[in-house]
């Protein structure tokens, strides 16, 4: 998630090169073949077939760091501690999945990686919130977070870290059918051909992967999802799309509804908003009509249009301690996590965005 936009390090010339280099440079560091670049238009390569008719089986949150996912170390999920072994983790995350389930019905939770994380010792502590998640049964989705400070500005800050950082992800999940692999969250200091290039990269370098194991964000803030579904490289993958209601001050339930589906363009049957919320802890009444307030009126806009178009969504965020968006809030010991709903109006709207619950009443 990101509030505000953040300035990029690199030059336009400096960019083209250092895309230049991620593209060709990822000698000796792959688990497949050495790939010859990204496959030519028309080739798709690996698996393009198996994605569902639409996405409405991916229903779930995010489980962040309270520092928004963006770190210079290991990520560690609100609730969990760097201190914790595999069993302590696997416990406690096995606790959190469940209240997931049990308080909010959803299957799918969206998790944050880096290098730290992956490349380093808790590695081996962090694998109990992917193993424990899978084993309750969710679909997990896996997704590549940028560093904090001058290094969040929407670039892969290493390439010498990042493609290790997902040989030993893959090696250890790719037979997991319940893992996803998203290659980067919100790749805004891209521009949408340099960004569809890096994506048709991943894809060559992990051809063990089905391509309907793959979520390919959206171009910017992961923003739009036309140019990459347009793309005849990503072709099988999912789409993830963002959508916040901050992005305006106002707009009315019908402008929200336009600019969600612009966004989208015909490309609904293969995206997931993998992020999109609105402010949890304020008292606002989701299940009602409230023409002036701009969250109300977005949040009902954008959930009521998931479910028209038949779309998957995974809410920011479903756990994250001191955000004013977290739908879960923890309680009871530490060792023995469990949640409470922040707003069970925010959770209606996600339900009903999910196919189950009532409309909105006048």
């Not at 198996?50 to 309270?66: E, H, I, M, R």
């Not at 299957?107 to 899978?134: C, E, M, Q």
């Amino acid at each position: 998630m990101r509030r505000t936009p953040a300035g990029t390090r690199f030059t336009p010339r400096l960019r083209a090169a250092f895309v230049a280099l991620l593209i060709a440079g990822t000698s000796g560091t792959t688990v497949a073949a050495s790939p010859a670049g990204a496959t030519p238009s028309g080739h798709t390569g690996g698996h393009t077939s198996g994605l569902s008719k639409d996405t409405t089986q991916f229903k779930g949150v995010n489980w962040a760091d309270p520092r928004d996912n963006f770190a210079d170390d290991p990520v560690v999920l609100s609730g969990l501690s760097t201190s914790d072994t595999y069993a302590q983790t696997y416990t406690k995350a096995s606790r959190v999945i469940s209240a997931f389930r049990s308080n909010l019905g959803a299957n799918t939770v969206r998790l944050p990686i880096n290098p730290y994380t992956v490349n380093g010792r808790y590695w081996k502590s962090y694998r109990g919130v992917i193993d424990a998640a899978s084993d309750k049964g969710f679909k997990v989705i896996l997704s590549y977070w940028e560093g904090t400070g001058p290094r969040k500005d929407g670039f892969i800050d290493d390439t010498a870290t990042y493609w290790p950082m997902w040989n030993t992800v893959v090696k250890a999940y790719k037979s997991d059918k319940r893992v996803y692999f998203e290659p980067m969250n919100e790749p805004h200091g891209y521009t949408d051909t340099e960004w569809a290039d890096i994506a048709a990269k991943w894809l060559d370098t992990y051809r063990q992967v089905p391509r309907n194991r793959v979520f390919v964000s959206g171009a910017g803030y992961n923003d739009h999802v036309t140019t990459v579904c347009a793309d005849p490289r990503l072709k099988g993958t999912y789409l993830s799309l963002h959508h916040y209601g901050f992005w305006k001050d106002y707009a009315t339930y019908d402008q929200w509804v336009a600019d969600l589906k612009v966004r989208i363009g015909d490309c609904a049957n293969r995206t997931v908003a993998d992020e999109f919320g609105s402010p949890m802890t304020t008292g606002f009444d989701y299940n009602k009509p409230t023409p002036d307030n701009n969250f109300i009126n977005y949040l009902q806009a954008v959930t009521d249009t998931f479910r028209e178009l038949k779309m998957g969504s995974v809410y920011w965020p479903g756990l994250r301690t001191d955000d004013t968006y977290s739908l879960q809030t923890l309680t009871g010991p530490p060792s023995r996590p469990w949640l409470t709903t922040t707003n069970q109006s925010g959770a209606d709207r996600l339900a009903w965005s999910w196919g189950r619950g009532k409309p909105v009443q006048p």
